[in-house]
């Protein structure tokens, strides 16, 4: 398995690119197993990629929606990941209700992440991943200075280094237990961390990507 580099000419290409990639793992899973099972990335990233999915050719009946993190904040906040998930593609498609599987960060960090765990033990595993990766070389909400337990499915953050504050995010092991990962890595204050990747740094990133077959999409 390998995780191929892609550079794009523009945000437009890259964002294309993206949604490109993730029809193209839908169709593979839907005609392999009657079903998709993905996970979206939080932050303000992948925005564009998912408004492009709107258009899709696909049966969204067949789409399962997880969560790769979210912030504990109250659902109609703008930090909200599930929140900006909504707004540029899940309540645009026919996708049913019971199929979206938000993270339930109203319970508050420490029962949110066990109640989520369960949920996505009992899932995997997941057909495709989606990240980002911030300049530190986080991902999802998975920091490099945190100590983490390598068999959580899904994890309290309680003292993250940006805001908001508290967490919850998927392991490692869960980001792990894909078919593949879609990362988005636009953007030149994150020249840094991909290059410390790129030469094997023990960064989040690559903590969990190692292995595992996919894409990383960057800009010039």
Same mark, same amino acid.
């Given at each position: 398995m390998t995780l191929r580099w892609q550079i794009c000419t523009d945000l437009t290409a890259l964002?294309?690119? @993206?949604? $490109?990639?993730?029809?193209?793992?839908?169709?593979?899973a839907i005609e392999r197993a009657r079903r998709f099972r993905i996970?979206?990335?939080?932050?303000?990233? %992948?925005?564009?990629?998912?408004?492009?999915?709107?258009? @899709?050719?696909t049966d969204w009946s067949r789409w399962e929606i997880y =969560?790769?993190?979210?912030?504990c904040v109250a659902a109609d906040n703008i930090e909200r990941n599930s929140r900006l998930a909504r707004e540029c593609l899940l309540d645009h498609v026919?996708? %049913?209700? $019971?199929?979206?599987f938000e993270i339930p960060v109203e319970l508050g960090a420490d029962e949110a992440a066990a109640q989520y765990g369960r949920l996505v033990a009992a899932r995997v595993? =997941?057909?495709?991943?989606?990240?980002?990766?911030?300049?530190?070389?986080?991902? !999802?909400?998975?920091f490099p200075a945190d100590a983490r337990d390598p068999a959580a499915w899904a994890v309290a953050v309680h003292h993250a280094p940006k805001p908001p504050n508290p967490r919850v995010s998927l392991g !490692?092991?869960?980001?792990?237990? $894909?078919?593949?990962?879609?990362?988005?890595?636009?953007?030149?204050?994150?020249?840094?961390?991909?290059?410390?990747?790129r030469v094997g740094a023990r960064l989040p990133i690559n903590e969990v990507t190692e292995g595992l077959a996919g894409l990383v999409l960057v800009d010039r």
């Open positions: 964002h294309a690119a @993206a949604a $490109t990639y993730v029809l193209a793992a839908s169709e593979r996970v979206l990335a939080g932050g303000r990233t %992948p925005r564009e990629t998912y408004t492009m999915l709107r258009q @899709a050719d =969560f790769s993190d979210e912030r026919a996708l %049913p209700a $019971t199929q979206i595993p =997941f057909d495709l991943v989606i990240l980002g990766m911030g300049e530190d070389g986080h991902t !999802a909400s998975l !490692a092991r869960a980001l792990r237990a $894909t078919q593949q990962v879609l990362v988005l890595a636009p953007g030149a204050s994150k020249r840094t961390a991909l290059q410390a990747w």
